[in-house]
DNA sequence: ACAAAAGTGTTTTTTATACACCCATGC
DNA sequence: GCATGGGTGTATAAAAAACACTTTTGT
């Protein structure tokens, strides 16, 4: 490899040589079953190796031409086929020898992962499974080993999303479009634990912003009263944005 | 280049190539003149093709066996002798085309850059200038063009610093180890805007905290009643760790 | 009729906001 | 002695937290 060490030589003698990389992209992809009150991730088999078998994060390598939202959005589409769909930047881990591919001490290829969140609504999200079929929903508190260092990166997004949740209104993009308002309350118990509220306070918070329609439909789940669906309303929640802590 | 191509060929043949990546880190490194009252940058002058000549932030390539953290912290530590530091990552950037060095259609390397947001205190902070001395604090009110998309990197910092401002202890890592409550008062409005507190209630509040340790020692800036000099008391604050909002 | 889930309301406590005023210094 | 910045206190409004109660369904 002529042109590379022709490269290096150009910039100084006494520093040691850059780094090549490839750059993946990991998704950590969220949903919630409102039927079951589970929190999900998307997980994928991997098929070749390294980690040959074995659930990790649905990834891709960077292509020529593509930028990192891109290929996000790439392997997300590969996936899954979602109508909503939110999607942002969480963090690039990138030291060396985070991926066993990477040799000891040669002067081969780096691998570096930045990772993205996002989030879509379980029951219009339908997974595509290839032919080996390796790709399932896994509720949180029984995700698998996984491969890489995604098991910190999955930690790291579960953080990012529920710091969001307090003070944005991503709920109602893993919520379906009508939902009730315990199916609210449960999400939010479920991510940030119980007595994060009370849920009368909840409530009466929450209908006093004025950005959950109230759709009038009523679904009754076995017994009980029958819980009235609303709907989010992003043009009333508009004036909210950029203002933090609206939610809790 | 006979290795790359193979291994190319090894994956599949309809997809596009795997690009290679040369990775950056950035700095947007911050702090505050609490003399007068201004939000400074660190910024360099480019010695170097593209964009020689102009302003940008500190930046550099990652090395063969670097972490990104470990790169980031090497150019802190090339421009600037500090005490104290504060350093998190902050974002990545990577579009095609982002930097000119990428030849539009080539399969040249392409250049990604991941951003770090640091935090020093301007009196223990002294700048290392090197023979052609291109390196200076600039208030960020009079920030110039600088190279690449370093504005935008800029501006990213910024918003961060605005939001931990809020809610987590980092005014602490600006200031000077001793500090008035009008300096950390003055901070905050600089940063935040105006009225984001009316000055006696932001002082009652962050003392019934209890994590700023009044030292007793007063001095005098001019006329009016001379100013307490306070410390930041991280162990009073670790019972606030983790929990939001603290500040406002 | 009664348990279960949804929905309403009231009381208490805490926190935010506005603002009036006193204190110590330089000139 | 008065302007200047530092520091204290109080009165009012608003929001958070706790909890008691009503309403509507399935069984």
Redesign the pocket.
């Known amino acids: 490899m002529p042109g590379r060490a022709q490269r290096k030589a150009t910039k100084s003698l006494s520093h040691p040589p850059l780094a090549d990389f490839k750059v993946g992209v990991d998704n950590v992809i969220f949903s919630v079953d409102t039927d079951q009150n589970r929190l999900l991730v998307l997980l994928v088999m991997r098929q070749e190796e390294p980690f040959f078998g074995q659930w990790s994060l649905p990834g891709t390598l960077v292509r020529h031409g593509e930028s990192l939202e891109d290929a996000a959005y790439r392997i997300l589409a590969e996936k899954i086929r979602a109508r909503n769909l939110y999607l942002e930047q969480l963090y690039t881990f990138g030291g060396p020898d985070r991926d066993p591919r990477e040799a000891p001490d040669s002067y081969g290829d780096r691998y570096l992962s930045v990772s993205y969140f996002a989030l879509v609504r379980y029951a219009e999200a339908e997974l595509i499974a290839d032919r080996v079929s390796g790709i399932a929903w896994y509720s949180l508190e029984q995700v698998p080993d996984l491969a890489f260092d995604h098991k910190q990166i999955l930690e790291y997004g579960h953080r990012r999303l529920r710091n969001k949740l307090e003070y944005s209104p991503v709920a109602f993009e893993v919520l379906p479009e009508l939902f009730?308002?315990?199916d609210l309350y449960q999400l939010y118990t479920t991510v940030l634990g119980e007595?994060f509220?009370?849920?009368?306070?909840f409530?009466?918070?929450l209908?006093k912003l004025g950005f959950l329609e109230d759709t009038g439909v009523?679904v009754?789940?076995?017994?009980?009263?029958?819980?009235?669906l609303y709907r989010f309303d992003a043009e009333a929640f508009a004036p909210y944005k950029d203002k933090p802590?609206v939610f809790?």
Chains 1, 2 share one sequence.
């Open positions: 009730t308002l315990s007595n509220s009370d849920y009368s306070n409530r009466s918070r209908l009523k009754s789940r076995g017994a009980g009263r029958p819980a009235s802590m809790i």
